[in-house]
């Protein structure tokens, strides 16, 4: 079935009677040539990729729950290609070109929204930084604009210009940025995934590895045994936990982040804007919603809910940045484990373990990576080589000093 | 979250600062620093973490308070906290922030 504006025509004539379901309930064969741990974002990326252009079709995609219902469901969406360091600028426009011809090349709604990212400065130190970052961007071919005070009044009139502490002095602002429907991104995947043959089994936990001199040649599941020549790993804030199986250590700190959605209210604000005095980002859905984030908790979780200190922390940044959301009632919160790594950076690379690789450390960015990251992952296991965009990304970078430290904070996983 | 601190009694979690698990620092002679031995040492103590769904020993630091470190065992998969102590392992804090504290009230 593709989806079309005949289609939609088609089945509003003829009551929606038309749909099937977007991808098979599959259950696991005995053996695959590659078997992708984790059907969230990256995941099922990682799957469509590799059946869509590296002819890699015998694949499974295991998913402990349902796909979907880790930190691809639960993100705020914000995707942008705003990096400054070598590693990362090429990867992530990587993805913001991925983003930009997404829904087109897997036939499916994604709603993705450049509707532009705007990061405020409040001290001529910052504004510096900004120049910098906005510098880097551009020699990379990335798109970036510092706009002065009355700049970003045009844009975002409402905010507190003259707060006594943090006055805001201008902004960068990344046009091409912006937001994407995070749900309609993993049923994309898996639906472009299933249809090139890929199967995705829910309800199928990884409870350890099948090892054949010091090579790993399938996974134990909750659903029975399951052979593979190639097992790829891409468990977000799980990666402690599945690698450990494997005897594994990683540099990896799991933290919960929370976000949270106010009632929805009529069109307010029409970009993504992030604080610059504190950690605070803002965007409106769709549906009217103010979506807002800020920092993660600051001690390692696995409870995938966050605590009151931290949600006061954000919506003190809230009230600083713009004081009339004070009179929104906020409508829910919940949180994601993030896979915080030692330098902030995400690791894509093979691990010490024969035939095992790993997709992680993705901190609190990895939505907007997810596409690229997918392509990569999947050049890594089709081909056994780094994708060159995501070359960097290695798991030994610790050992030889080549961090990506973008925050410059060191080894506190909490900081990044 | 509330954090029984020995000397203070039990506390918000916006008084403390987290530092990660508690972990022993590699002990090697300064002619020994060079050394895979070390290196490897301290590639493990500085990047590497179990990071487990449970059972977690961390330092935190009561700097809203009586500025001691503490040596916290705590469950992450449900924030209960299982056992607080002294990280030096000392009977009481010896900071002179506290004595003045003491003095002036
Ligand atoms: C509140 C919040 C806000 C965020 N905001 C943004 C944002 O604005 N922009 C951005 O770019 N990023 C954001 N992120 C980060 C982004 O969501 C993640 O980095 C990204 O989704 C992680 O990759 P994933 O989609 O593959 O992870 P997940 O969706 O978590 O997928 C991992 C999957 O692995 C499964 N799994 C785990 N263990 C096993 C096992 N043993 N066997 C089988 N399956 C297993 C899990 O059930 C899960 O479904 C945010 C995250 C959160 C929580
Ligand atoms: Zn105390």
Redesign the pocket.
Same mark, same amino acid.
């Given at each position: 079935m593709r989806f079309s504006g005949f289609s939609v025509l088609r089945n509003a004539l003829t009551g929606q009677s038309g749909w099937t379901p977007h991808w098979r309930k599959a259950s696991p064969k005995p053996a695959y040539d590659v078997i992708i741990?984790?059907?969230?974002?990256?995941?099922l990326a990682t799957a469509y990729y590799l059946a869509k252009e590296f002819g890699v079709t015998n694949v499974a995609v295991?998913?402990?729950?349902w796909?979907?219902?880790?930190?691809?469901?639960?993100?705020?969406?914000?995707?942008r290609s705003n990096y400054m360091l070598p590693g990362n600028i090429p990867f992530y426009e990587f993805s913001m070109k991925l983003w930009e011809g997404l829904e087109q090349d897997f036939n499916y709604n994604a709603m993705v929204s450049q509707r532009g990212v705007l990061n405020l400065y409040h001290s001529d130190g910052q504004r510096d930084a900004y120049v910098r970052r906005g510098n880097a961007m551009r020699l990379h071919g990335v798109d970036a604009e510092l706009l002065d005070r009355d700049g970003v009044r045009a844009i975002a009139p409402y905010l507190d210009f003259d707060n006594a502490r943090f006055p805001i002095q201008g902004g960068l602002l990344h046009r091409r940025g912006g937001t994407a429907r995070h749900d309609a991104v993993v049923w994309g995947y898996a639906r472009g995934a299933d249809a090139r043959g890929v199967d995705i089994i829910e309800n !199928?936990?990884?409870?350890g590895f099948r090892m054949d001199d010091g090579r790993v040649v399938g996974v134990e599941?909750t659903r029975g045994p399951i052979g593979a020549k190639t097992v790829g790993m891409?468990?977000?804030?799980?990666s402690s *936990?599945?690698a450990a199986l494997a005897g594994l250590r990683l540099p990896i700190e799991s933290h919960v982040?929370?976000?949270f959605v106010s009632e929805g209210v009529k069109p307010l604000i029409d970009t993504v804007i992030t604080f610059g005095a504190g950690h605070f980002?803002i965007s409106q859905s769709d549906k009217g919603g103010l979506v807002f984030?800020g920092d993660l908790d600051p001690f390692p979780s696995y409870a995938q809910r966050g605590s009151l200190s931290t949600f006061a922390d954000v919506t003190e940044n809230a009230m600083a940045l713009m004081p009339m959301i004070g009179r929104l009632r906020i409508l829910r919160s919940?949180?994601?484990?993030?896979d915080m790594s030692m330098d902030g950076s995400p690791i894509i690379d093979e691990t010490p373990v024969d035939g095992l690789y790993l997709n992680g450390g993705? !901190?609190?960015?990895?939505? *907007?990576?997810?596409p690229a990251s997918g392509f990569c992952f999947a050049h890594l296991l089709a081909r056994g080589t780094p994708h060159p965009a995501a070359a960097a990304y290695r798991l030994d970078r610790f050992a030889t000093g080549r961090v990506i430290d973008e925050k410059g904070v060191g080894p506190s996983p909490n900081l990044h | 979250m509330r954090i029984p601190c020995p000397f203070c009694g039990p506390r918000d979690v916006i008084e403390f600062t987290v530092h990660g698990e508690a972990r022993q620092r590699p002990v090697f002679e300064a002619h020994e620093l060079d050394t895979p031995a070390a290196r490897e040492a301290f590639v493990d103590y500085v990047y590497l973490r179990d990071n487990p769904a449970g059972l977690h020993v961390e330092h935190w630091y009561h700097g809203i308070g009586c500025q001691s470190w503490l040596l916290v065992t705590r469950d992450t998969r449900t924030h209960d906290i299982l056992e607080v102590a002294y990280a030096a392992g000392e009977e009481e804090p010896a900071p002179a922030v506290v004595r003045t504290m003491e003095v002036a009230s």
């Open positions: 741990i984790g059907g969230g974002g990256h995941g295991l998913e402990k729950g796909v979907g219902s880790g930190n691809v469901g639960r993100n705020t969406t914000i995707i !199928c936990e990884v409870t599941t891409a468990v977000a804030g799980n *936990k599945v982040l929370q976000a980002y984030g919940w949180g994601g484990i993030m993705w !901190c609190y960015g990895g939505f *907007k990576a997810t | -």
